[in-house]
């Protein structure tokens, strides 16, 4: 099943797709998008273009484990994106995927504008490869 991620930002949201195997997770854009509505519109039109069959977003849990305004904010963007698409949309926790994005990016010595341009993709990665191990786990 082709899944999509997505880590949701108030300027930046990455995108991420993986194969119809579920095996490979890869980084496939960044939106740049600071309008709420406009976002979840192109966020859509990047999973319908994908052939997204489910798509996974980023739920950033305070690490105590409540829910903060980011994460209702998430929350929103998922039902959201459910009704426009028609896909099944999942909040998958994803508390520290960032700061790990950041330090992969680190290791490549990626620096810089190129950085700030990439790091939300790099962090739905994440977040997607999360998810694909879960599933793998569970055998769902």
């Not at 991620?5 to 997770?25: H, M, N, P, Y």
């Not at 496939?28 to 976002?39: A, L, Q, Y």
């Not at 305004?69 to 459910?82: I, S, T």
């Not at 994005?101 to 680190?106: E, F, T, V």
Request: overall charge neutral.
């Amino acid at each position: 099943m082709i899944i999509m991620s997505v880590d949701f930002g108030d300027s930046r949201t990455g995108i991420a797709v993986c194969d119809k195997s579920e095996l490979l997770a890869s980084p496939v854009c960044v939106i740049s998008e600071k309008d709420f509505d406009e976002c979840i519109r192109k966020t859509a039109e990047k999973a319908k273009e994908l052939n997204a069959q489910e798509i996974v977003v980023g739920y950033p849990k305070n690490m105590n484990n409540t829910i903060g305004e980011r994460a209702e904010k998430c929350q929103l963007f998922a039902e959201r994106l459910a009704e426009i698409t028609g896909c099944p949309v999942k909040l998958w926790d994803e508390r520290c995927t960032t700061v790990s994005a950041h330090n992969y990016l680190n290791v490549t010595n990626t620096r810089g504008k190129k950085r700030k341009a990439i790091v939300d993709a790099v962090a739905s990665t994440i977040i997607l490869e999360s998810y694909l191990g879960y599933r793998k786990n569970t055998n769902m």
